[in-house]
């Protein structure tokens, strides 16, 4: 693939799929296009003439480009201090949590989310938002599922029996956990950020991106977060840039939001959260 073919491929893929690959790393996002193509048995002009009239073949490089892996309480260690440490001091806070899973793929992050909450603080009505730029994932993770065992292997026996159902050889989450999760189409790179959540879950969504991207988009989450609000991140991600961000490390995969000066008075003598596990 030349110079050529890469921008004209870069410019199709925006104008049919919606995705800025402009935001992505270039010689990695080009090495995997490359890769792709040679796969289908194509060369790359002809590729772009077949995303252009196949759905199906669009439908396919969208789930290749936006790496749709999902899995329920995926990093137990990371959700153990999510239920224990991270949920219960934002609790303390307020009584219902606004919470964003983004890049949420097929819900199974906002899901293990939903069922802790209504674990540890059942019948609260809180809200947990989970959003994708895939329309194709997003219509199983409304359905619930259905998800296979390799997805839930991680769920404690006692969670699988009460909140899924049984669906031929794979399972359903159940209705009563469904309607805890909104799920919305939403592209990271380029629609509005919704301000005022408490928690925000993005993990493994960014290895691919820019430094610019990146950077692009934590300022964005920084703004959407209510002070002292979290971040929960994937388990091999760091932010390096973090206190120039506005965020403080509170242990592995959890970032705080730094308090304002300019914070009401009530607000700045909350009591921060402590950090999740201390000395990691």
């Given at each position: 693939?030349?110079?050529?073919?890469?921008?004209?491929?870069?410019q199709?893929?925006?104008?049919?799929?919606?995705?800025?690959?402009?935001?992505?790393k270039?010689?990695?996002?080009?090495?995997?296009?490359?890769?792709?193509?040679?796969?289908?048995?194509?060369?790359?002009?002809?590729?772009?003439?077949?995303?252009?009239?196949?759905?199906?073949?669009?439908?396919?490089?969208?789930?290749?480009?936006?790496?749709?892996?999902?899995?329920?309480?995926?990093?137990?260690?990371?959700?153990?201090?999510?239920?224990?440490?991270?949920?219960?001091?934002?609790?303390?806070?307020?009584?219902?949590?606004?919470?964003?899973?983004?890049?949420?793929?097929?819900?199974?992050?906002?899901?293990?989310?939903?069922?802790?909450?209504q674990e540890?603080?059942?019948?609260?009505?809180?809200?947990?938002?989970?959003?994708?730029?895939?329309?194709?994932?997003?219509?199983?993770?409304?359905?619930?599922?259905?998800?296979?065992?390799?997805?839930?292997?991680?769920?404690?026996?006692?969670?699988?029996?009460?909140?899924?159902?049984?669906?031929?050889?794979?399972?359903?989450?159940?209705?009563?956990?469904r309607?805890?999760?909104?799920?919305?189409?939403?592209?990271?790179?380029?629609?509005?950020?919704?301000?005022?959540?408490?928690?925000?879950?993005?993990?493994n969504?960014?290895?691919?991106?820019?430094?610019?991207?990146k950077?692009?988009?934590?300022?964005?989450?920084?703004?959407s977060?209510?002070?002292?609000?979290?971040?929960?991140?994937?388990?091999?991600?760091?932010?390096?840039?973090?206190?120039?961000?506005?965020?403080?490390?509170?242990g592995?995969?959890?970032y705080?939001?730094?308090?304002?000066s300019r914070?009401?008075?009530?607000?700045e003598?909350?009591?921060?959260?402590p950090?999740?596990?201390e000395?990691?």
């Open positions: 693939m030349n110079d050529q073919e890469f921008d004209y491929l870069k199709r893929i925006l104008a049919l799929a919606g995705i800025d690959l402009e935001c992505y270039s010689q990695q996002m080009r090495r995997r296009l490359e890769a792709f193509i040679a796969a289908q048995g194509m060369d790359t002009i002809p590729f772009c003439s077949v995303l252009a009239r196949d759905p199906g073949a669009l439908a396919k490089l969208r789930d290749f480009l936006t790496i749709n892996v999902t899995e329920f309480f995926r990093d137990r260690e990371q959700y153990q201090v999510l239920r224990t440490v991270i949920l219960p001091k934002l609790l303390r806070r307020t009584d219902r949590l606004n919470i964003w899973s983004a890049g949420c793929s097929r819900g199974a992050e906002a899901y293990s989310t939903a069922m802790i909450l540890i603080s059942p019948g609260q009505a809180h809200r947990t938002l989970a959003t994708d730029i895939d329309e194709g994932v997003l219509a199983v993770a409304r359905k619930g599922g259905p998800y296979s065992p390799s997805d839930l292997k991680n769920v404690d026996r006692s969670l699988l029996l009460k909140y899924f159902t049984k669906s031929e050889e794979d399972l359903m989450v159940a209705p009563a956990i309607r805890r999760v909104e799920f919305r189409k939403h592209n990271l790179l380029s629609d509005r950020f919704e301000p005022g959540f408490d928690l925000i879950i993005c993990r969504v960014t290895i691919y991106f820019s430094d610019g991207a950077t692009k988009l934590l300022q964005g989450f920084h703004s977060l209510k002070e002292q609000g979290v971040l929960f991140i994937g388990a091999t991600e760091t932010l390096l840039s973090a206190p120039s961000l506005g965020f403080e490390w509170i592995k995969c959890f705080r939001k730094s308090a304002s914070l009401p008075q009530a607000q003598a909350a009591a921060p959260l950090r999740a596990v000395g990691r």
